[in-house]
């Protein structure tokens, strides 16, 4: 039983995609990973969804390129969150998928990150999955808060390089 399940429609998606493994292991989220196709094996990802609810999966992160129907086929067969990534694949680098994930119609909602945000489509996983979880909560506070200890280091160094 996986917390989060990751699709992506084809194995050319991972290495944008990585990320989201890598984010929800340090948020202590776990996490199962798919490659699945809306248009290539319709069929494989109704079934996995199914299991997946099943077996308490409780949201969906769904990533694709070009006509990118993954995350509203999802969708259409769970209530649970969806999280849609277009991934910036083909000619028009991302804005086909981020059209064709963001603009579902009423009803069936995807909530679309942007083009390649691997990492915000796993800290919003995450705290969907805290409002409910207090422990969860307090482990993305912290990770927050080393994200900004991170960035006040860069400033400061910053600071130090031009002061000369
Ligand atoms: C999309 O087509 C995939 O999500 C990928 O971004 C793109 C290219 O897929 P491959 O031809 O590499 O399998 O469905």
């Given at each position: 039983?996986a917390d989060?399940?990751l699709?992506?429609g084809?194995?050319?998606?991972?290495?944008?995609?990585?990320?989201?493994?890598?984010?929800?292991?340090e948020?202590?989220?776990s996490?199962a990973v798919?490659?699945?196709?809306?248009?290539?094996?319709?069929e494989q990802?109704?079934?996995?969804?199914a299991?997946?609810e099943?077996?308490?999966?409780?949201?969906?992160i769904?990533?694709a390129?070009?006509?990118?129907?993954l995350a509203?086929?999802v969708?259409?067969h769970?209530?649970r969150?969806v999280?849609?990534?277009p991934?910036?694949s083909?000619?028009?680098n991302?804005?086909?998928a981020?059209l064709?994930?963001?603009?579902?119609?009423?009803?069936?909602?995807?909530?679309?990150?942007?083009?390649?945000?691997?990492?915000?489509?796993?800290?919003?996983?995450?705290?969907?999955?805290a409002?409910?979880?207090?422990?969860?909560a307090?482990?993305?506070a912290?990770?927050?808060?080393?994200?900004t200890?991170?960035v006040?280091?860069?400033?400061?160094k910053?600071?130090?390089?031009l002061?000369?």
């Amino acid at each position: 039983m996986a917390d989060v399940a990751l699709m992506m429609g084809s194995d050319s998606d991972w290495p944008t995609l990585e990320p989201v493994v890598t984010t929800l292991k340090e948020l202590g989220v776990s996490c199962a990973v798919r490659v699945l196709s809306a248009h290539r094996t319709p069929e494989q990802t109704r079934e996995f969804v199914a299991e997946a609810e099943k077996t308490g999966t409780r949201a969906f992160i769904c990533a694709a390129g070009v006509a990118a129907h993954l995350a509203g086929a999802v969708a259409a067969h769970t209530a649970r969150p969806v999280i849609g990534i277009p991934v910036a694949s083909g000619p028009l680098n991302g804005f086909d998928a981020l059209l064709s994930t963001v603009q579902m119609p009423p009803g069936v909602p995807v909530a679309t990150v942007a083009i390649n945000g691997a990492v915000n489509a796993a800290v919003l996983a995450a705290q969907m999955l805290a409002t409910g979880d207090a422990k969860l909560a307090a482990r993305i506070a912290d990770w927050r808060a080393a994200q900004t200890r991170k960035v006040l280091e860069k400033d400061r160094k910053l600071a130090e390089k031009l002061k000369g």
